[in-house]
């Protein structure tokens, strides 16, 4: 059974950081490209990142380029959202997700059950 | 302001068939697939659609997905009580690199 776990999200005051952490199971981890989406309360989804599966490609969104770095650990099965400058806009659930392919991005079959970060003093 | 355009509301009754639209552009839609997500209240986002109008295993044939040039639709037959929920499209774009989400379509089960 594929899972997904997020971990690390909390309370952080502007301009702090925090790393966010994704334990995966149940299927070859390194095999996959993998993804953060977030959602911030009451509001849709907004993908974060996407690294792929041996870490050579790597897309940000606009809105968090230069300050989250997304990085994987295929021995550790894990990946990881490291987010600096924080602001009260990063404020949401951040998903963990798998893509559905094992080549280009082609979306997210699998999520975790997420993890709240809020940004505020 | 989301780059794929959705109703942020539908309904129907139990029973009936609804649909909902999904409206983007040449660098998206108009060259990659569409996926859907549906969300329960509480609970992460699941794949509904993927492919434009693939569904994964577990989802009933219920529901269906189409594509036309820069547009997509979802459509959901027999609409039932558990179907209330958010639906999300989904689009790679090649000019931003990267996924682009509509705005989600709250649908409510009268």
């Known amino acids: 059974e594929v899972q997904l776990v997020e971990s690390g999200g909390g309370l952080v005051k502007p301009e702090g950081s925090l790393r966010l952490s994704c334990a995966a199971s149940?299927?070859?981890?390194?095999?996959?490209?993998m993804n953060w989406v977030r959602q911030a309360p009451g509001k849709g989804l907004e993908w974060v990142s996407t690294?792929?599966?041996?870490?050579?490609?790597?897309y940000y969104a606009d809105s968090v380029t230069g300050r989250f770095t997304i990085s994987r650990d295929n021995a550790k099965n894990s990946v990881y959202l490291q987010m600096n400058s924080l602001r009260a806009e990063d404020t949401a659930v951040y998903y963990c997700?798998?893509?559905?392919?094992?080549?280009?991005?082609?979306?997210?079959?699998?999520w975790g059950q997420g993890t709240l970060l809020t940004v505020s003093s | 302001q989301s780059v794929l355009t959705q109703p942020p509301s539908a309904s129907g009754t139990p029973g009936q068939r609804v649909t909902i639209s999904c409206s983007g552009s040449?660098?998206?839609?108009?060259?990659?697939?569409v996926n859907w997500y549906q969300q329960l209240p509480r609970t992460a986002p699941k794949l509904l659609i993927h492919?434009?109008?693939q569904r994964p295993s577990g989802v009933p044939d219920r529901f269906s997905g189409s594509k036309s040039g820069t547009s997509a639709s979802l459509a959901i037959s027999g609409l039932q009580s558990e179907d209330e929920a958010d639906y999300y499209c989904?689009?790679?774009?090649?000019?931003?690199?990267?996924?682009?989400f509509g705005g989600g379509t709250k649908l409510t089960v009268l």
């Open positions: 997700t798998r893509d559905l392919s094992l080549g280009m991005p082609r979306g997210f079959d699998y």
């Open positions: 989904a689009a790679w774009d090649d000019s931003l690199n990267g996924w682009v």
């Open positions: 040449s660098s998206n839609i108009g060259i990659n697939t």
């Open positions: 492919n434009d109008n």
């Open positions: 149940g299927f070859t981890f390194s095999r996959y490209s």
């Open positions: 690294i792929s599966s041996s870490s050579t490609y790597i």
